[in-house]
C-alpha cells in the first residue's frame, strides 16, 4: 500500500487548511487511516482516526475542536482555526491491525509527510 499525502503550505495563524491522503489502487478498503504530526525536535505524536466504515472518528484532545476527519476514495483533515504550534509535517498512516488506532505501532503503511507552516 502506497499512501500519497497533500494539502500542506502555508496559511495565518487563524486559518484553515486541508490536507489529502490518497492510496494506491483501492487500498484504503478495509483500512483504518490516520493523521499524525512531527513538529521541529518533537516527536511523533497523534492528530487524527477514521474507522475503515468512516463511522468512528478520534483526535487528539489538542486538535478535538478544531480538526474534522472524513473519507471517501482518500481521506481528507481539515484544519480550521489553525494556530502556530499545529506547524509540523504531516503523515498519514493505513492499518488493519486495530478499528480505533491511536498508536503509531497499530499503523502498517506510513505516506510520505507533508509540511504545514502556520505563520503568527
Known amino acids: 500500500v502506497q499512501l500519497q499525502a497533500c494539502g500542506g503550505g502555508l496559511v495565518q495563524g487563524g486559518g484553515d487548511l486541508k490536507l489529502s491522503c490518497a492510496a494506491s489502487?483501492?487500498?484504503?478498503?478495509?483500512?483504518?487511516v490516520g493523521w499524525f504530526r512531527q513538529a521541529p525536535g518533537k516527536e511523533r505524536e497523534f492528530v487524527a482516526a477514521?474507522?475503515?466504515?468512516?463511522g468512528h472518528t478520534y483526535f487528539a484532545d489538542s486538535v478535538k475542536d478544531r480538526f474534522t476527519i472524513s473519507r471517501d476514495n482518500a481521506v481528507y483533515l481539515q484544519m480550521s482555526n489553525l494556530k502556530p504550534e499545529d506547524m509540523a509535517v504531516y503523515f498519514c498512516?493505513?492499518?488493519?491491525?486495530?478499528?480505533?488506532?491511536?498508536?503509531?505501532?497499530?499503523?502498517?503503511?506510513w505516506g510520505q509527510g507533508t509540511l504545514v507552516t502556520v505563520s503568527s
Open positions: 498512516a493505513a492499518t488493519r491491525r486495530s478499528p480505533t488506532p491511536m498508536l503509531e505501532m497499530e499503523y502498517e503503511y
Open positions: 489502487r483501492r487500498a484504503f478498503s478495509g483500512y483504518a
Open positions: 477514521i474507522s475503515w466504515t468512516g
